[in-house]
């Protein structure tokens, strides 16, 4: 699926479009998508040879591959770190959906050198870099949690968070960060007209269409953008994308978490009180920016939305924990973007290459001051305390951050293929021809198992 933490990271998401400024820092969004995964179903496939290092030659040079959003950071570990020797290389292969990193591994596969010690992808990387690329060659990257990082450190990351970095009973990545799902809400006017913080998807069904009927015009959501599938299905634990084995994908658009959000969604499209624009599409934060009540969407929304896009006065938009069913007492949410880590199996120095990308996920040093909300669970508190990072809201975001980070359902799973494609291609241009979600549902079921048979998946419906 695809997923990001810095607002994105796209695929899973085809790149989001808001202004340029925030698109660049919003990359945890463009990278989101697949940023859970069912590990039970993928550690059972069949196990991998034992990983075996490349002979080792301490304090050799280790070449590192980054994007644009990511470099200050791997910069800032080398001025810190003067006796590691590094190579740093900037290539925008990190974008979900974009194959170029699996190419170029391909290729020194076939040529055996070439690897680049460490790299930051996508969460849909590591679906193929956890595997041979060819008979004989061994996976790219290497098995994190073998005798390489402890397991103390990998038990520190936010619940789940490493659920698309595991396949095959191994640990092939480091989460970098997530964009876990949460409510946002303009506070000074929910206060103003006596309306209270809903926390069920019945309240939040029930106060959009009023909303409607007592200010005509202004929202509580939106559907329009290529990932606001993995804000409202993902969060229902609609199984669009779950993983029953590893080389089976159940898609069962029908199953009933699926049919009741797609329900509520109509109903409150049918209100005007949802739209069916993108929040980021062209001219929507001009138009209609100032009127978002309410959203339901990523942790990045706050600086990357209403911030950078809408333009909202300081102090006047907060954050609530993400929403639940009545009668269901535990809590699920979605993740909109997210990016990973992987070190190479190749590297002849895995101490430092290992290092690095301990110290780039888990530092307070790094992670207090990066673009999103932090994978690991005691960099997150450092993030949250940054107070560039929360003197903008209305509220202390900590509280719904933190509980969200570690909701984030894990049925939604880690596949070969971007989940946004399916909703881009389908389900958008049928809400904008005006029909229902309702009855885009089978259409939308067909296009994902199009899409997974494509890449060799098994396809359940039911």
């Known amino acids: 699926m695809r997923s990001s933490g810095s607002p994105r990271i796209g695929r899973r998401r085809a790149v989001l479009r808001t202004t340029a400024a925030a698109l660049s820092l919003a990359t945890a969004a463009v990278l989101a998508g697949c940023a859970s995964a069912d590990t039970t179903a993928q550690s059972s496939s069949s196990a991998q040879p034992a990983f075996k290092p490349v002979t080792q030659q301490d304090g050799s040079q280790i070449t590192v591959w980054a994007d644009s959003t990511r470099l200050p950071s791997v910069q800032a570990y080398q001025k810190s770190h003067p006796n590691v020797k590094m190579k740093i290389v900037t290539y925008d292969?990190?974008?979900?959906?974009?194959?170029?990193?699996?190419?170029?591994?391909?290729?020194?596969?076939?040529?055996?050198?070439?690897?680049?010690?460490?790299?930051?992808?996508?969460?849909?990387?590591?679906t193929w870099a956890s595997e041979p690329t060819k008979p004989g060659a061994q996976p790219f990257a290497a098995p994190l949690d073998d005798k390489l990082v402890p397991q103390s450190t990998l038990d520190g990351f936010a619940k789940g968070s490493l659920a698309p970095c595991q396949f095959n009973g191994h640990t092939y990545c480091l989460r970098n960060d997530i964009a876990q799902v949460v409510l946002w809400y303009n506070k000074n006017l929910m206060d103003k007209w006596g309306y209270k913080v809903p926390t069920t998807w019945e309240d939040y069904e029930a106060l959009g269409k009023q909303v409607a009927k007592d200010h005509p015009g202004y929202l509580v959501g939106s559907v329009g953008d290529t990932n606001s599938h993995e804000s409202y299905f993902w969060s229902g634990r609609c199984p669009a994308f779950s993983l029953t084995k590893p080389d089976t994908l159940r898609s069962a658009l029908q199953d009933p978490n699926c049919t009741r959000m797609a329900k509520l969604l109509d109903g409150l499209i049918?209100?005007?009180?949802?739209?069916?624009?993108?929040f980021f599409s062209q001219g929507f934060a001009k138009e209609s920016g100032s009127k978002v009540l309410m959203a339901y969407g990523p942790s990045w929304y706050g600086q990357y939305l209403f911030k950078a896009a809408f333009n909202a006065p300081a102090k006047q938009i907060a954050a609530a924990s993400p929403l639940t069913w009545k009668g269901e007492t535990t809590a699920a949410t979605g993740n909109v973007g997210g990016g990973v880590w992987m070190v190479s199996s190749h590297s002849a120095n895995l101490k430092a290459s290992t290092?690095?990308?301990?110290?780039?996920t888990t530092s307070d040093q790094n992670q207090a001051s990066a673009p999103t909300y932090p994978a690991y669970t005691k960099a997150a508190e450092a993030w949250l305390a940054n107070p560039a990072n929360s003197d903008y809201f209305a509220n202390d975001v900590s509280k719904p951050f933190q509980e969200a980070a570690n909701e984030v359902w894990t049925g939604w799973s880690n596949t070969k293929f971007p989940d946004a494609t399916a909703w881009s291609s389908v389900v958008l241009p049928a809400l904008t021809a005006g029909k229902t979600l309702t009855s885009t549902l089978p259409a939308w079921q067909q296009e994902i198992s199009n899409e997974a048979k494509a890449h060799g998946y098994q396809v359940v419906n039911q």
Not at 95 to 114: E, I, M, N
Not at 355 to 360: F, H, I, K, P, S
Request: proline share 4%; aromatic share 10%; charged share 20%.
């Open 93 to 126: 292969g990190g974008a979900d959906g974009s194959t170029y990193l699996q190419t170029k591994v391909q290729l020194f596969d076939r040529t055996g050198s070439g690897w680049p010690d460490v790299v930051f992808g996508s969460p849909t990387d590591v």
């Open 270 to 278: 049918s209100a005007k009180a949802v739209t069916t624009k993108g």
């Open 355 to 360: 290092d690095l990308a301990t110290w780039l």
